[in-house]
């Protein structure tokens, strides 16, 4: 499948222009720098579109590959019917994010592994400390039967490219969850205390070569609200 390779000065080339756009912001023929109109000669105006064409260039070059499938990132969202057809049938493969969220996604994940040494223990760092310190309390045992309250629900920052208004959550757990599309009940409990009966869903768990956090074990969600 083809990936979207993007060098560190490409990276750098659209990190700078979310920081110009933020200043210099967009407009007629000049720029906006504290709300007035710059020249569009100016040296900001300037470095905006230059910034600007190299961002093009960068998506440029990763779109020439045609995605083949997988989850990277695909072309276009996959409606609501066609995703429910494809995890009914227990293929993941078309499945994948949007470039501009894939992108980000790599980013992100790239800058957890350098400053906290994983993702892993960025989110058990920021975003589930609580969920997390439960697993050492007393009387907490791994091996025991799943319940409601082994769960925590979590929209999905980086959600694969779905149309329809669908809804990508991850559903993290305690203990551990077998790769596969079968939600165990407690999983079940745990999805209708959250949004109630009126919805579709869909769940599976990664096989673990497609999980990005493996240490911690989760599921994803799929809810399209049907009220």
Known sequence: MAQLRVDTTSRAALSSLSAVKM????????????????????????KAQQLKNKASEVVAVASEDEPKGGREWIRHPVSWSQFKCYVDAQNLEPLGRSLETHTTYETVMEANRKEYGSVAKYLTTHVLPDFIASTTATGFDPHSALVAEDFELHVNDFPYYLGDGVEHWVLWCRKRLSPGFAAPAAAVQAIHAKFGANIEWRYFVNPVAKQSVPQLSHAHVFVKRTW
């Open 23 to 46: 200043a210099a912001g967009g407009g007629g023929g000049g720029s906006r720098f504290n709300g007035l109109l710059t020249p569009p000669d100016s040296p900001l105006a300037l």
